[in-house]
């Protein structure tokens, strides 16, 4: 499972810029496909791309200080479309979300997908670290393709000091700057991990009654007691904004869940997506990765 729209900016800030025929500038969409399609020759057939088709989703309406696209630039939105469009091109399952976010698609096939026996495993390709809440043990993991790094359960308790399900709680404590919210005042990184590592969530955190068996002095403890009394409605929002959403019908159930990922081939306007681009080389390569037929890969039905 693919996040598409790190994929796209990561390209658009680290590739060379291109403009194509009509003057469009395509030079991160070539890059982020020529990428994907690398992760095909290497063998990984069954693969979903999640993308923000429209950054602003309901997060934005529950805060408006959300993450939105002001400030992206123009040539780098403007790629969405191009990139949504050349993955369907290519024959690559793509999920363009407007009212939900990319991590929601993502977090919603991984559910999906780590119920079925056929799967093994589930990568979620993505540094986010909102989608650490989606992993499990190894069967769910995330891989940040730039640095090479699996993140597993071990890493996920490494890094927050909390297990996958406590993320939402400790970044709602802690605050996302890169999602536009502050978290609650006084609550740093290592008040949030030693709360919740004794009580796991927001609602099970007491307000009042006995000291919390969190190891904190008692007058640190109060104080981030009383903030969060005061501030409790603000935190729960905090929590759902970072809380990824799952519909489970994003994909078909049972094992269709998983054959409708399965790569079969470059569609017939490939070719031409690729000379809009200037890209001949990509439909070579799906042409000539798809005539090989290697193991994993499924021809197109009639």
Known sequence: MVDGTYELFRHYYGAPGHRGPAGQEVGATRAALGSLLGMLESGAFYLGVATDHVIESFRNDLWPSYKSSEGVPP???GQFGLFEEALGALG????????????DALASAAAVLSELEA??????CSPDKDLAQCVRAERVVC??????????EDQVRARFGVAPTSVPDWLALVGDSSDGYPGLPGWGPKAATAVLAAYGSIEEIPLSGPAWTAPLPARRAEALRSVLAERYEEALLFKLLATCVVRREILPAGNDALEALRWRGPQEGFSQLCARIEAPNLARRAVALAEAKPEGFA????
Request: charged share 25%; proline share 3%; aromatic share 2%.
């Open 75 to 77: 040539e780098l939105l």
């Open 92 to 103: 690559v399952v793509v999920w363009p979300m407007t009212d939900l976010e990319a991590d």
């Open 119 to 124: 799967v093994a495993q589930v990568v979620i």
């Open 143 to 152: 891989l940040d393709r730039r640095k090479g790094t699996v993140i597993a």
């Open 299 to 302: 021809e197109a039905q009639a």
